[in-house]
């Protein structure tokens, strides 16, 4: 089964932290402009950086790991980690396995809230004004520096010790 031919590329330093990028999510899953229900989120530094976050889809997802009920589960043909709220019960332990932070929860429907790639279609990446969320096809040189930028993370949250 082949994964999804597409990506969301994340360029921090196109970030003019904006926020429309939470504002199209929500508005998307939500119905509303509230970024606190977007999934996915502008962390701004003291320094001037700001950088979108969201889920990335990892192949070998440590969320789908920790749930214990299925409620998780990896699309074997898009790649997408997708949430099934019939199953999930609300014990959190997927948000607290995300090593990147990338997955909250929704404590009125009692479920996490997490990027689905909006059935391919992602609307942060459509109304980025800079293009510092972008979906592209998933050739070499994306995947290539789709993983560079998850390493930088993975990297900068090692320093911080979180």
Do not use: W
């Not at 970030?15 to 962390?43: D, M, N, W, Y």
């Not at 920790?66 to 999930?88: F, M, P, R």
């Not at 009125?108 to 990446?125: N, Y």
């Amino acid at each position: 089964m082949e994964k999804t031919s597409k990506l969301l590329m994340i360029s921090p330093e196109k970030c003019i932290s904006c926020g429309t990028c939470e504002l199209a999510c929500s508005l998307a899953h939500e119905g509303e402009f509230r970024p606190s229900k977007s999934r996915i989120s502008v962390h701004r530094f003291d320094m001037g950086v700001t950088v979108p976050m969201t889920c990335f889809q990892c192949d070998s997802a440590a969320c789908v790991a920790a749930c214990k009920t299925s409620a998780l589960v990896k699309d074997t043909e898009t790649g997408i980690v997708n949430v099934n709220s019939q199953k999930c019960i609300g014990c959190r332990m997927c948000e607290m396995a995300c090593p990147f932070g990338n997955i909250s929860y929704n404590a009125v429907t009692k479920t996490p809230m997490k990027c689905d790639l909006c059935d391919g279609d992602p609307e942060c990446a459509k109304y980025c004004p800079t293009k510092a969320i972008e979906y592209l096809n998933a050739d070499s040189s994306t995947i290539r520096k789709k993983k560079e930028f998850s390493a930088k993370i993975a990297a900068a949250l090692g320093e911080v010790n979180i």
